[in-house]
T-cell receptor, first 114, second 115 residues
Framework: AQSVAQPEDQVNVAEGNPLTVKCTYS??????LFWYVQYPNRGLQFLLK??????LVKGSYGFEAEFNKSQTSFHLKKPSALVSDSALYFC????????????FGGGTRLMVKP | ETGVTQTPRHLVMGMTNKKSLKCEQH?????MYWYKQSAKKPLELMFV???????ENNSVPSRFSPECPNSSHLFLHLHTLQPEDSALYLC??????????????FGPGTRLTVL
């Protein structure tokens, strides 16, 4: 069985400061990992994904995430937060070549204050 | 979001009504999904249609009934709903390649209120 955990319900950060949104996962085999963002009253938007290759993945809007196999983590990061980054962020995991659907985390609300 | 469209965007219905939610994807994908998103709850996968296969979450009540007439269209038929079914219903699509479900593209959702 696969699972994903987002340990923080909410992350608060000041504008201009770096931000990190945490995600840890559990799969039997090789994972593929995703980050999505959801703005109020909208669907989820794809931000970035890790399949194979470079552990540092760059995505939309200046976000990046680092795949860490030993810590089974895939934290989302951004060097300088914007107020407009305030939204709900979801991590998702799947197992490569296993035919399993993605499992989503519970979401983390990011609040960026001016 | 124009890749996946959902109608209606908002729906208010009584417990005895029958209504349907519609989803259409313009991305050429071969898998479509229905999710339920309630306040303070994780995304709940309800149904998946992929390559003519249907997968369902066994915890979804029978008052929700999906229909997928082709790879571009997905419906969710609703009947005798309960107030706790009020939620945002999200449709998504993705391309399934050799068993791997790739990134999903979501529609804007239908905000459902059951009175």
């Amino acid at each position: 069985a696969q699972s994903v955990a987002q340990p923080e319900d909410q992350v608060n950060v000041a504008e201009g400061n770096p931000l990190t949104v945490k995600c840890t996962y559990s799969v039997s085999g090789n994972p593929y990992l995703f980050w999505y963002v959801q703005y109020p009253n909208r669907g989820l938007q794809f931000l970035l994904k890790y399949i194979t290759g470079d552990n540092l993945v760059k995505g939309s809007y200046g976000f990046e995430a680092e795949f860490n196999k030993s810590q089974t983590s895939f934290h989302l990061k951004k060097p300088s937060a914007l107020v407009s980054d305030s939204a709900l962020y979801f991590c998702a995991v799947g197992e490569r070549n296993a035919g399993n659907m993605l499992t989503f985390g519970g979401g983390t609300r990011l609040m960026v204050k001016p | 979001e124009t890749g996946v469209t959902q109608t209606p965007r908002h729906l208010v219905m009584g417990m005895t009504n029958k209504k349907s939610l519609k989803c259409e994807q313009h991305l050429g994908h071969n898998a479509m999904y229905w999710y339920k998103q309630s306040a303070k709850k994780p995304l709940e996968l309800m149904f998946v249609y992929s390559l003519e296969e249907r997968v369902e979450n066994n915890s979804v009540p029978s008052r929700f009934s999906p229909e997928c007439p082709n790879s571009s269209h997905l419906f969710l038929h609703l009947h005798t709903l309960q107030p706790e079914d009020s939620a945002l219903y999200l449709c998504a699509s993705s391309q399934r390649v050799r068993g791997n479900y790739n990134e999903q593209f979501f529609g804007p959702g239908t905000r459902l209120t059951v009175l």
